[in-house]
């Protein structure tokens, strides 16, 4: 059997990073720059005992890529915040591992079969693919390259919906507000974006209602 030589690759997904400041990440990518948040991930009780909380939110920076984002509830700043980059040169040591893979490049591929091509030809070298996963709208492979920097190679499993983005959109919202708060947490964010749909409700309702008279008129 031979294999395709060539690049199955579609450019990049996404670069991810950490942050401690949500609100402020927000206020620069999507109010400065005007990057829409396009999809972001609640996680409560994911992987071992002593992974926090997170969300895991992505904002849309043109040509179907993205700049993507992990904010851990309860994780203190790491570095000097006040040294220009500084809080990512370098990292003490103990630093939790899956802080330290929330910075990582994903790949695009378009299909099943190239994942898996992708996968083969990790798990033929001297850097084995980690990990598999589907999680909402993609599946992944994971290994870590020979500069120990984690690599992933992602395909989407199906379209992201309009629905979803305005779910990102109140996500992110009410992210803004719990963490500007004491003691941010997941439960005080999932409280909150409740909240804002309830608060939101009429808008959409009164939006749906001209939209629905536009079509029909």
């Known amino acids: 059997m031979t294999h395709d030589p060539d690049h199955r690759v579609q450019g990049v997904d996404h670069a991810a990073f950490p942050t401690f400041d949500p609100a402020a990440t927000v206020r620069f990518y999507r109010d400065t720059l005007h990057f829409p948040v396009v999809h972001s991930i609640c996680a409560a009780g994911w992987g071992p005992q002593d992974h926090p909380d997170f969300i895991h939110f992505f904002f849309d920076i043109g ?92 395909r989407a499993l199906r379209p992201v919906t309009p629905q979803e983005d305005l779910d990102a959109e109140l996500t992110i919202d009410a992210l803004c507000e719990v963490a500007s708060g004491p003691e941010p947490s997941l439960e005080k964010l999932l409280t909150r974006k409740a909240e804002l749909i309830v608060e939101r409700a009429p808008d959409w309702e009164t939006a749906h209602l001209e939209q629905y008279s536009e079509v029909t008129s």
């Open 63 to 154: 040509n179907d890529d993205r700049i993507a984002f992990f904010y851990y509830f309860g994780h203190e700043p790491v570095g000097d915040q006040g040294a220009p980059g500084d809080a990512w040169a370098r990292l003490p040591e103990g630093t939790p591992e899956y802080f330290v893979n929330s910075r990582h490049l994903a790949i695009h591929v378009d299909s099943e079969d190239d994942l898996l091509e992708y996968r083969r030809r990790l798990d033929q070298s001297a850097w084995p693919c980690e990990m598999q996963v589907k999680h909402e709208t993609i599946e992944s492979i994971y290994t870590h390259d020979p500069n120990g920097y984690m690599i992933e190679f992602t």
